[in-house]
């Protein structure tokens, strides 16, 4: 049985389809193992000796089925940006024909059971490195689908989450064997002849079955025997509900604080020890190098000295001036006063703060920024377009960043990690926080910006799988979207509705223990590299 060439463009879009339905916030995660075998069967159908048109075709089959991934699960980026969704969708589809490219290479070469090795390992070198460069965008690395359902994934505190895309690969390659001879018995068996068991159908109907059971079942078994550890400590959380495009860079600066204050004050109790509000609660700005006579900070010391219990972390625009100039950075901005001729050179930061009663105000700088919105990628480069950056938090231009992932130490000696809003759907990241003694995670965010879609759900469904990795308990505040508390298994406690004034608490297990995961990070992701530069 052959295909023909009307078959052809519908394969490339089921399998962009079947990638959207799986995602979150969609149940149909299951689609998943099924998800890329229509990819696998175009690659059949154009081999790498059909010649230079039937390969430009392949590829923007490939294309079209990606972007349709691409724009079904993240539209609502261009609700921020149009112009700027519209890249990030056909620059990240674009980019996901690479892996495929060297498969094409490696089958031609190397037979097709290394192909499909070289394409597993360029596909999660892709991930990898989505995760680590500047345009970095790793929304839809693969192993992110199981976020919708974590029970399915509890192993991820071993592996991460390319524990999750090497499982997806390996269950949609043998599904596709499984049908292969069926379906286009001219491009052969599977395997060579010494592993004859491999031509049995009913073999090859099982196999993919049952390496999508197992690892379910055994993530079951850890989910249902797992213990949350730790020490209970009292949260609470805020979350304001300020329309960020109506409200909270225009609605006047004193109404909004006295809104929070109140909410705060009706809501701590005596055993409280942390209260957490969102990403750039305060969107005055805060001048760091003097934050102890920061006025828009006044109220919110009022609050912490009339509760000298609790600790405080708040979301801010912050700014550091520098004087001398070996302290400025690729980033640092600069404020001419022609009257004066003064110039002032300073960054302006996401950062997060922690206030104590009768203790020094310390911050921490958020440092993976939204390519485009928050930092213009390889400023050393790119600065010149800084001015076509979009503002998020009331700021425009590149932020600037810090190198390590502090952790806020309290009084009482408790660490918290504090990933605002973007940092919190990386990993390996997170773990940095972690291994600098963290024992809670706190996670605040402005998700107002996409609209009520699917964009926010991702957002905190992600968190999951951070709670998971570390098994950390996680308090999430969102400016809007959902403020919610995260267990250790990754089980979503108390969360809050889109455009919903809330304050909740809960007790959290403040857990010192350090998973495989913490320790050694994205092993599996580091692997593939290396698997690629012996492909290439």
Known sequence: MMLSNRYHLPLAVIGGALLWLSWPPLPFTFLIFVALVPFLLLSDLYPSASGKAAGRRYFLLLFIGFLLWNVATTWWVGKASFWGGVFANLANAALMLLPWKLYRMNKHANGRVLGYIALMAAW??????????EFTWPWLNLGNVFAAQHKWVQWYDTTGTFGGTLWIWMVN???YEAIR??????TGSYAPGRFAFFQNRLFRLSLPLFLVVIPILVSLNIYNNYTPEGEPIAVTVLQPNFDPYTQKFSMPYGKMMDKMVAASEAAIRPETEYLVWPETAIPEPVWLDRIDRAVPLRKL???RDSFPHITTIVGINGFMRYDAPEDRTVTTRTLINER??????????NSAIQMQYDEPTVWYHKSKLVPGAERMPYPQVLKFLDVFTISLGGVSGTYGTQKERTVFTNS??????TAICYESIFGEYVTRYIKNSAGLIFIITNDGWWGDTGGYKQHCAYARLRAIENRRDIARSANTGISCFIDQRGDIRQATGWM????ISDTLLYNTN????TLNGDVIGRTSVWLLVLFT
């Open 124 to 133: 999660m070198s892709f991930e990898y490195l989505h995760l680590r460069w």
């Open 173 to 175: 390659i043998l599904a």
């Open 181 to 186: 001879p069926i379906i286009l018995p001219h």
């Open 340 to 349: 004066f001729n003064d110039t002032l050179w300073y960054d302006a930061f």
């Open 514 to 517: 350090k998973t495989f995961y």
């Open 500 to 503: 919903e004034d809330a304050v």
């Open 412 to 417: 009482k000696g408790h660490s918290v990690a």
């Open 301 to 303: 010391e009022i609050l």
